[in-house]
């Protein structure tokens, strides 16, 4: 016999979250049958190995890339066009999403979307041109997140950027500058000091 399953074991056996089941149920995608008590229950038929006939298809490809600042704004576009040229090339339909901010900010919006649409099931593909674009430190959670979602990671260049070290010293800046307005008020003389001399790093740094 075709055996029914409430939400949450079906979701469970589907490897998608019970708001995924709901959503292809409103939209007419899979049926449920309703208990006298109102809890949905699912018959497996519906779905092929264990996998919703209509995961594959729902599961996305999604682009990320991200700058930390507005004058890094010809860079997001190149970031923009390998992740274009790589997707079409292999014939993957697929979303792009931006970001700008900071390497260390865990709450910038395109970074939200993504994690939310990964958690949800609807993510199949990621797509970095580098690992740092995603996140500066703290990537490797999101990978785990991946896998645990059988979301593939692909990182089209898998070595160091270039301006990893200026990026790195603007993501530290940042960090200092709250730190230091906190410690010493947003318009003291150290305060001021102290980002001067950090912009003079920065500086080198970018001029080497």
């Known amino acids: 016999m075709d055996k029914l399953y ?18 292809w149920e409103r939209i007419g995608k899979i049926k449920s049958h309703r208990t ?24 996305k490809t999604i682009a990320y890339a991200r700058v930390s600042s507005h004058d890094q704004k010809a860079d997001l576009d190149r970031q923009k066009k390998v992740l274009e040229m790589y997707c079409a090339s292999h014939g993957w339909k697929f979303e792009l999403v931006t970001d700008l901010g900071s390497g260390m900010n865990y709450y910038k919006k395109g970074l939200k979307k993504l994690l939310n649409a990964i958690l949800e099931g609807d993510v199949g593909r990621l797509v970095l041109t580098h690992k740092d674009r995603l996140l500066r430190f703290g990537a490797e959670l999101v ?9 593939e990671v692909v990182i089209i260049n898998a070595g160091s950027e270039t301006k990893f070290e200026e990026e790195l010293a603007k993501d530290v800046l940042e960090i200092i500058t709250v730190f230091s307005a906190r410690l010493y008020g947003g318009r003291s003389r150290k305060n001021q000091k102290l980002l001067d001399g950090m912009k003079s790093v920065i500086d080198d740094v970018a001029g080497t």
């Open 143 to 151: 990978f785990a997140l991946c896998e645990a979602r059988e979301v």
């Open 6 to 23: 409430r939400i949450g074991p079906a979701s469970q056996l589907l490897g998608v979250s019970p708001s995924t089941l709901r959503r």
């Open 36 to 59: 006298e008590g109102g809890h949905r229950l699912y018959r497996l038929s519906q779905f092929n190995n264990s996998k919703s006939k209509h995961a594959a298809r729902d599961r």
